[in-house]
T-cell receptor
Framework: GQNIDQPTEMTATEGAIVQINCTYQTSGFNGLFWYQQHAGEAPTFLSY??LDGLEEKGRFSSFLSRSKGYSYLLLKELQMKDSASYLC??????????WGAGTKLIIKP | ETGVTQTPRHLVMGMTNKKSLKCEQHLGHNAMYWYKQSAKKPLELMFV???????ENNSVPSRFSPECPNSSHLFLHLHTLQPEDSALYLC???????????????FGPGTRLLVL
């Protein structure tokens, strides 16, 4: 079967750095997405990786290793507004998105 | 504001009611999706419409009936639901066929449904 694994919950301190990991086993690979979802709101697109390596976008970076079936989302200079759930999703060989259950990130002052 | 709107935002219905959820996208996309999101579970894809044709129906019970009259509008008709259908229903849209990386899905705020 197809599977996306990410931690259920993480806690970090304001101003610090946090890394949210995502491992996947899918039938084929056509890109990996990270979304942010605040409670009661729509998931919003953060990043897309299809080639190995690091993609940096301001305070957020996303890394992909296709050979290891692994990605991480790195958040720097954490702010209270970064408290949210972070969803990892992989597009499989049928171009269907397979979703992880999300990682709830709690930021403490 | 992602360019995808959904109404209503909240809905409470009895098991014998009939209601409809509406989604509209203002992004010029050609594919639209219905997802179910339950607490601590991955998003579950329910239906996909690509160029107004239904291309996916992931074993969804017949008490959920989608309708896509044009590429900007998507409905989910609900009838005789069960309490376990209570969840957040999300609509999304994307532009398919525009090249790798262009198929990012953009979500609406969702309808929080409670079935009593």
């Amino acid at each position: 079967g197809q599977n996306i694994d990410q931690p259920t919950e993480m806690t970090a301190t304001e101003g610090a750095i946090v890394q949210i990991n995502c491992t996947y086993q899918t039938s084929g690979f056509n890109g990996l997405f990270w979304y942010q979802q605040h409670a009661g709101e729509a998931p919003t697109f953060l990043s897309y990786n299809v080639l190995d390596g690091l993609e940096e976008k301001g305070r957020f970076s996303s890394f992909l290793s296709r050979s290891k079936g692994y990605s991480y989302l790195l958040l720097k200079e954490l702010q209270m507004k970064d408290s949210a759930s972070y969803l990892c999703a992989v597009r499989d060989s049928n171009y269907q998105l397979i979703w992880g259950a999300g990682t709830k990130l709690i930021i403490k002052p | 504001e992602t360019g995808v709107t959904q109404t209503p935002r909240h809905l409470v219905m009895g098991m014998t009611n009939k209601k409809s959820l509406k989604c509209e996208q203002h992004l010029g996309h050609n594919a639209m999706y219905w997802y179910k999101q339950s607490a601590k579970k991955p998003l579950e894809l329910m239906f996909v419409y690509n160029f107004k044709e239904q291309t996916e129906n992931n074993s969804v019970p017949s008490r959920f009936s989608p309708e896509c009259p044009n590429s900007s509008h998507l409905f989910l008709h609900l009838h005789t639901l069960q309490p376990e259908d209570s969840a957040l229903y999300l609509c999304a849209s994307s532009k398919e066929g525009g090249g790798v990386g262009s198929e990012t899905q953009y979500f609406g705020p969702g309808t929080r449904l409670l079935v009593l």
